[in-house]
């Protein structure tokens, strides 16, 4: 994965701090006119207008089929160089496949992705809560994906078993990171990793995909992020709560936060 754009901090220490990123899990919401995106604004330049107000999104349709090459060109071409894409894992490896014998799947999807390779963030991995962590089925799918691609794979486990230790030592050895993910209980939250970047997901709270997060919660998800900074780590927040318009707010609350914080640690646009 490219390094993300960050600055030294100008303190007095020289110390690098990471790049934070906020963003929301995709960008095509039609109900999301006259809320965010302006009156006139057509849905085919929602993708334009989207990366004029956030540095990062995640890339949820390549989750359900493999997008073609002119997709993959115009998502590169309607958006700035400082813009990033955190990409869904193909869902045939995920939860058709299970992570088991995927080598060529893996291989296609990379080629398909290979355009976006400067501009690419994680690579979510969002597994179905029924596959439980196997460490044998897990090394040889990570061992797949390191023999194609260098890109940072972000594992968001919906089973507790992810949660043992040894999970976590097996992604560590591999540069894969494990995603901490809000969802009111539903499933299983890690915690952030000693290392590497920070990779979070918010889905709602009291009601999954809707629910808006307070202002004291994010100012406490501000303050946790500008530590991970100061260590120099990049960190990705993406909201998914999408369903009542509550994402792109929250996002844009979550980034002025971190701002007021640490605004070397935030791009500019």
């Given amino acids: 994965m490219p390094p993300a754009e960050n600055s030294s901090s100008g303190q007095a220490s020289g110390k690098r701090v990471g790049c934070f990123r906020a963003g929301t899990s995709g960008w095509s919401y039609p ?3 006259d809320g965010f995106y302006p009156e006139g604004v057509a849905q085919r330049k929602f993708l334009d207008y989207y990366a004029e107000r956030f540095a990062a999104t995640e890339l949820n349709a390549s989750f359900y089929r493999l997008p073609s090459e002119k997709m993959v060109d115009g998502w590169l071409q309607r958006t700035p160089e400082r813009f990033r894409f955190c990409v869904k894992l193909s869902r045939l ?3 058709s496949k299970r992570l088991i014998d995927c080598a060529e799947a893996v291989g296609v999807f990379v080629d398909r992705l290979a355009p976006l390779a400067d501009r690419m963030g994680p690579v979510l991995a969002q597994l179905p809560d029924s596959v439980a962590f196997d460490a044998d089925r897990v090394e040889a799918f990570l061992e797949a994906w390191r023999d194609r691609t260098e890109w940072t794979l972000a594992i968001e486990p919906r089973h507790p078993g992810w949660l043992e230790s040894a999970a976590r030592q097996l992604l560590g050895k591999h540069d894969a990171i494990m995603v901490r993910a809000d969802s009111g209980g539903l499933w299983p939250c ?3 990793m000693a290392d590497g970047d920070v990779y979070l997901r918010y889905h ?3 009601e999954l995909y809707v629910s808006e ?3 004291q919660k994010l100012g406490r998800e501000a303050r946790s992020i500008a530590g991970w900074l100061e260590e120099g780590r990049n960190v990705w927040a993406f909201f998914n709560n999408t369903d009542a ?3 792109w707010r929250d996002a844009e609350k979550l ?3 971190v701002a007021r ?5 935030v791009p500019s646009f």
């Avoid at 914080?261 to 640690?265: G, I, L, N, S």
């Fill in 204 to 206: 709602g709270r009291e």
């Fill in 31 to 33: 109900d999301w006119k």
């Fill in 261 to 265: 914080r640490m605004p070397e640690a």
């Fill in 213 to 215: 997060y307070t202002p």
């Fill in 245 to 247: 318009g509550h994402a």
């Fill in 255 to 257: 980034n002025e936060f």
């Fill in 190 to 192: 890690a915690d952030v």
């Fill in 93 to 95: 490896i995920t939860h």
